[in-house]
C-alpha cells in the first residue's frame, strides 16, 4: 500500500538478525565473567530471537493487526576466518557454520508462518563470511558464506510445501532494497562505513555520514528511500528520524570490544513496527540472551 491513508490500524513488523557470528567462541574468563558464547549459547540465542519477537508482538504492539513480518538479514552470521585469531579458536569451519545455522533459522521461520500471515526474507552479505582476507566488491554475495546460508534456507522452504507464506529476496548486490507500507528501506552490513578511532560516539558519525551518502547515491540511482538498516558496529541505535537504524548482535559483548574499552551492550536485535502513513512508529529491542540459560 502506499503512503496516505491509515487502513484498519495494520502495520507490519521488520525485525534484524545479524552479527551472529556463529561458530565463534567468546570466553568467559577472559571476559571477566561478563559474556560468553558457543555453539549452544548461539543456539539458545537464537530461538530467543524467534520466539520473544512473537511474544513482543503479542503483548507489547497494541492497537494494531499485524499483517506481516519481514526477516533482514544484515550479514555476519557466520564468525568466519578474516582473522587469524578466529581461524584458530572457532568452533567451526565458515561452511560448517552454514550447515549448522540452515535448520535452526528454518525452525524460526516456520514459527513466525504459523504466527504471521506473511513472513518475507530479505538478505545482505557481510564482512566476516567473505572466502577471501582482503574485502571485495565485485563477486561479494557470490563469495560469501551469508548469501549461501540466505539461498540455503530459501531452498528449503521452495522445495517443501511447508510454509507457503514465506518470501525471499536475495539480490547479488551489495545491499537491498524493500518496501513496507510504502517506506523505502534499504539494508547494508555496514563494514563500508569506516570507524577511525574510539570515539564517545561509536558509530553514531559513520553510519550518520554514510547513510546520509547513500541517500544521494540512492536519488541519483533512482532508488529513493527513508530508512538505512545497518549492521555491522554490534551496537542498538534506533534513529529512525536521522534515517537509520543500526543493529545490535547475538553474540554480545566479545573480547575485542572489551580490549578496546568499548561500553557493554547485552546481546539484541532490532525489532520496529511499520504502519501505512506514519512509518516506523515503534523501537523495540529483543533481547536474546539469559545468563542464568546460558551457563556461564
Known amino acids: 500500500p502506499k503512503k496516505g491513508k491509515s487502513e484498519g490500524n495494520r502495520a507490519t ?16 574468563d577472559e571476559m571477566q565473567g561478563y559474556n560468553a558464547y558457543n555453539l549452544d549459547i548461539c543456539e539458545s540465542r537464537l530461538r530467543r530471537f524467534f520466539e520473544n519477537t512473537i511474544k513482543l508482538s503479542r503483548d507489547h504492539i497494541a492497537g494494531v493487526t499485524l499483517d506481516g513480518i519481514v526477516l533482514a538479514l544484515g550479514g555476519d552470521q557466520s564468525s568466519g576466518t578474516i582473522h587469524d585469531e578466529l581461524t584458530e579458536t ?44 582482503v574485502p571485495r566488491f565485485k563477486g561479494r ?8 546460508l540466505a539461498k540455503m534456507v530459501a531452498y528449503y522452504f521452495g522445495a517443501s510445501n511447508r510454509a507457503s507464506n514465506v ?6 548486490a551489495f545491499d537491498t532494497d524493500f518496501e513496507v507500507h510504502g517506506f523505502r528501506f534499504s539494508m547494508e552490513h555496514g563494514d563500508n562505513m569506516r570507524f577511525a578511532g574510539t570515539s564517545e560516539i561509536g558509530a553514531l558519525g559513520p553510519v550518520k555520514r554514510g547513510t546520509l551518502r547513500k541517500s544521494r ?8 528511500m527513508d530508512y538505512n538498516l545497518v ?15 543500526m543493529n545490535g548482535s547475538l553474540k554480545g559483548y566479545d573480547e575485542y570490544a572489551r580490549g578496546w574499552h568499548f561500553v557493554p551492550e547485552p546481546p539484541q536485535q532490532a525489532l520496529m513496527v511499520v504502519a501505512p502513513e506514519y512509518g516506523i512508529t515503534q523501537n ?13
Open 217 to 224: 547515491q540512492h536519488q541519483q540511482e533512482g532508488r529513493p
Open 141 to 148: 554475495s557470490a563469495h560469501n558464506a551469508d548469501t549461501m
Open 90 to 133: 572457532n568452533e567451526l569451519s565458515t561452511f560448517e557454520t552454514v550447515l549448522w545455522l540452515a535448520p535452526r533459522i528454518v525452525a524460526g521461520l516456520e514459527m513466525w508462518a504459523d504466527e504471521y500471515p506473511d513472513v518475507h526474507v530479505v538478505s545482505v552479505p557481510g564482512n566476516h563470511g567473505r572466502d577471501s582476507k
Open 13 to 28: 513488523l521488520v525485525a534484524m538478525l545479524s552479527d551472529i557470528h556463529g561458530g565463534e567462541r567468546v570466553e568467559a
Open 284 to 296: 523495540i529491542a529483543i533481547k536474546v540472551g539469559k545468563r542464568s540459560e546460558e551457563g556461564w
Open 231 to 245: 549492521g555491522h558496529f554490534h551496537q542498538y541505535v534506533p534513529a529512525a528520524s536521522q534515517g537509520f537504524v
Open 167 to 172: 518470501t525471499f529476496d536475495i539480490p547479488d
